[in-house]
């Protein structure tokens, strides 16, 4: 059984960063995508980033494109998300995910695996 484990949330002033990781646990075998969702109060689940496990290919939604970055290390299958200028919209409950099967990217039912969240708070 695969398990996701995410670290590194927090409270982070705007303009500041943070890094968030996330270990798969279970040695997850013909892994397409690792991602990264978020979901704010009161609002819908949303794509932030992914990786395609196998090649260089990264997704970022318009939101975060030039202020985050995902990153990963295969031989630990760990991703990574470095969240640099960082804004109070970006407060949210960071998920990552994992897919097994080819599918769109940003697309969470893409996804067959999921951690349990962690908390990023951007104060002003």
């Known amino acids: 059984q695969v398990q996701l484990v995410e670290s590194g949330g927090g409270l982070v002033q705007a303009g500041g960063s943070l890094r968030l990781s996330c270990a798969a646990s279970g040695r997850p075998a013909n892994l397409y995508y690792m991602g990264w969702f978020r979901q704010a109060a009161g609002k819908e689940r949303e794509f932030v980033a992914a990786?395609?496990?196998?090649?260089?290919?990264?997704y970022y939604a318009d939101s975060v494109k030039g202020r985050f970055t995902i990153s990963r290390d295969n031989a630990k299958n760990t991703v990574y998300l470095q969240m640099d200028s960082v804004k109070p919209g970006d407060t949210a409950v960071y998920y990552c995910?994992?897919?097994?099967?080819?599918?769109?990217?940003?697309?969470?039912?893409?996804?067959?695996?999921w951690g349990q969240g962690t908390q990023v708070t951007v104060s002003s």
């Open positions: 995910a994992l897919a097994r099967r080819l599918g769109p990217a940003v697309i969470a039912s893409t996804y067959e695996y």
């Open positions: 990786t395609y496990w196998s090649g260089v290919s990264t």
